[in-house]
DNA sequence: TGCTTATATAAGCACATAGTTATATAATGA
DNA sequence: TCATTATATAACTATGTGCTTATATAAGCA
């Protein structure tokens, strides 16, 4: 087999975290590129907390870490996750958000930081 | 691709029931074979109006089957369903519950119509 | 230092979920 | 027909979840 096989609960856990429609479409958008909070509270048009502790669920499971640049922390997949395989797998059927990514930088939201 | 890209709202809805470990293990099991309530009964150590919730939800979601045979009502896996690749990608990741059959034959509560 | 911006955390509420107990339905066989 | 067995459904309850509002923390800048 190509891959470890799961714990049970590790598995149940995961899928439960990404049951979430907020929280399935962010582990896809991060699979695209790293982002911060404001990126994703423009995307999903909902307030900060809600986005905020989201991403706390995602980073206690250890499914994404993040990176403090200045003002804005960045959020990104965590590689090193046992989950990362399995939620690859799970991120291929859900349909691209590449749209969301364009549409903030049309509207000159997209937060770069170098 | 070899699969069709899902729908975000039925990978959402999929993986959300199968977040429960009692679901999860019961695919797993139905993937090696179809099961009658009473045997997943056993299984889990669980009251029947337990189980037989839980395969409501999995059947209302179109996951599972069901074929009544006298006294009790087979469940196997629904190999029409759209989340069916989706299902049998996330089962692999789910430890084998051979085991839990093999007891259930050695206890003498397999349950075998034809 | 104080102000502003980005993010996190805490508390409260509304709703969903999983289990329990009690009861209903359905099939079988005496 | 009645009794038994397997399963489903309903009502209730306890716990979990996601959102909101309010507040705290932390970084950058005047």
Redesign the pocket.
Known sequence: MSFEMGDLDEVSQTL?LL??K??LTIMKLLEKREC????L?EIFK????????????L?DAGLVK?N????????SVNPDSSQHELIQKLIAFVPSQDHELEELDKKGLR?SCN
């Open positions: 439960k049951g979430d907020t929280r911060c909070v404001c990126e509270v909902t307030s900060q907390p809600s986005v905020s502790q989201h991403l706390r669920k980073k993040e403090r640049k200045g003002h804005w922390i960045f959020y937060i």
